[in-house]
């Protein structure tokens, strides 16, 4: 599956952004899906994730109750809302996959990525 992410961009702190993620060249609904971010100079890490039919997601506590990831499987495609930016979530966002139902929030169980979408978020 060949995945292309979009949305990024600079926002103030406390705006909203909402990244897209589109997917082609296999059953988008056979696959979990994920949001990871990589700062300067870390390691990337998780943010969200939702299986394949949309009906579980799990957040990182950093972004509970602030970020919603879902998805649309007839337009292929995964979202992630995110409202209340913070500057500490500046970062590239990538989507990703992996043909599996379940949920995972481990970035080593993801084995197709996007090319990352840059999230500036200015105090």
């Known amino acids: ?5 979009c949305g990024g ?3 103030q702190a406390g705006g909203s952004l909402r990244l897209s993620c589109a997917a ?7 696959y979990r899906m994920g949001w990871f971010r990589q700062a300067p100079g870390k390691e990337r890490v998780f943010v969200a994730a939702i299986n394949w039919r949309g009906g579980t ?3 990182a506590d950093s972004v509970k109750g602030r970020f919603t ?10 979202y992630l809302q995110m409202n209340s930016l913070k ?8 989507c ?6 379940s949920v995972s929030t481990d970035v080593q169980e993801y084995n197709y990525w996007g090319q990352g979408t840059q999230v ?3 105090s």
Not at 24 to 30: A, K, L, M, P, V
Not at 69 to 78: G, V, Y
């Open 1 to 5: 599956v060949q995945l292309q992410a």
């Open 9 to 11: 961009g600079l926002v």
């Open 24 to 30: 082609s060249g296999r059953t988008f609904s056979d």
């Open 57 to 59: 997601t799990e957040y």
């Open 69 to 78: 990831i879902s998805r649309d499987n007839a337009k292929s495609t995964l």
């Open 87 to 94: 500057p500490e979530d500046t970062a590239v966002y990538y």
């Open 96 to 101: 990703a996959a992996a043909r599996r139902s």
């Open 120 to 122: 500036t978020v200015s």
